[in-house]
């Protein structure tokens, strides 16, 4: 494609996929709320609050697609989630409705799931069980894209990232860890496949233990590559396990089932 906008571009996923989404279109479009720091010949930079309207606006004009990393991705105080992650998403649906609605590839989470137990294996189909506020926005992010997708034709990937990084840092991204060039390999199936709809698509590796089934999504031709396992022997090197009775030992969401409502000023 000829413009590809990734917002959230200085966030720690944004950072590490900024020099391999450059495979995906001639330009990128990169935005945060935070400086980008200096600009390649092939990128675009831009500063943007996504909780305000007129700067998404002009954000996704003249962009063929989007990778919606951006808004707040831990549990906060609900102001902020509200702002970045409820406001925001709808400001940049209103955007992408008014631009031609470029496919959305929306980062979602493991948190909108993440009071099933680790005994459990999901598909894409299973009801919410958010693990916090943060998992809550991410339960709008999904419902909002379905609406958009049967009221308008709306196409977004909903992809429920697991633990996306270098590798997995404890026992548990042993069943939720994506590596990054598998993310990548994912992205560019969704933007290659000629009907995307709107799908759930768990985002992990092709892991060993992995709790999640993306059979339904084989349309898509994304085979991910890598494996968790390879790490195992590190882990139980270096990591201490949890107990058993630990709530990061029980349910997939891991830390976040136990984080409190975080009060505001």
């Known amino acids: 494609m000829k413009r590809l906008l990734v917002t959230g571009a200085a966030g720690g996923l944004g950072k590490a996929m ?13 935005s945060d709320i935070v400086d980008l720091g200096d600009g390649q010949p092939h990128e675009e930079l831009f500063t943007c609050d996504l909780g305000d309207r007129d700067q998404v606006f002009r954000l996704v004009e003249g962009c063929d697609g989007i990778v919606h990393l951006g808004g707040i991705s831990v549990e906060d105080k609900f102001s902020k989630i509200m702002n970045a992650n409820i406001l925001g998403l709808y400001n940049l649906y209103e955007a992408a409705r008014a631009n031609g609605m470029p ?3 929306f980062a979602s989470s493991n ?15 299973v009801p919410f069980r958010p693990d916090g506020l943060y998992g809550v926005s991410k339960c709008f992010g999904e419902a909002l894209a379905h609406m958009y997708h049967d009221k308008f034709g709306q196409e977004t990937a ?3 990232i697991g633990s996306c990084m270098e590798k997995p840092t404890n026992h548990r991204m042993l069943s ?11 992205i560019e199936c969704i933007f290659r496949v000629p009907r995307l709809g709107c799908p759930v698509i768990w ?9 999640w089934d993306n059979a339904h999504v084989s349309y898509l031709g994304w ?6 396992e390879q790490f195992r022997a590190e882990l139980d090197a270096t990591v201490p396990r949890p107990a058993p009775e630990d709530p990061i030992a029980i349910y997939q969401g891991g830390p976040f089932v136990r984080d409190p409502i975080f009060k505001e000023d």
């Open 18 to 30: 900024r020099g391999r989404l450059k495979s995906v279109a001639d330009t990128l479009r990169l």
């Open 103 to 105: 496919r959305i590839v």
């Open 111 to 125: 948190h909108t799931i993440g009071f099933y137990q680790q005994n459990e294996y999901l598909n894409g189909d």
């Open 158 to 160: 909903l992809v429920r």
């Open 176 to 186: 939720t860890w994506m590596s990054r060039n598998d993310f990548l390999s994912m």
């Open 203 to 211: 985002g992990c590796s092709n892991n060993d233990a992995k709790w």
């Open 223 to 228: 085979k991910p590559k890598d494996n968790a």
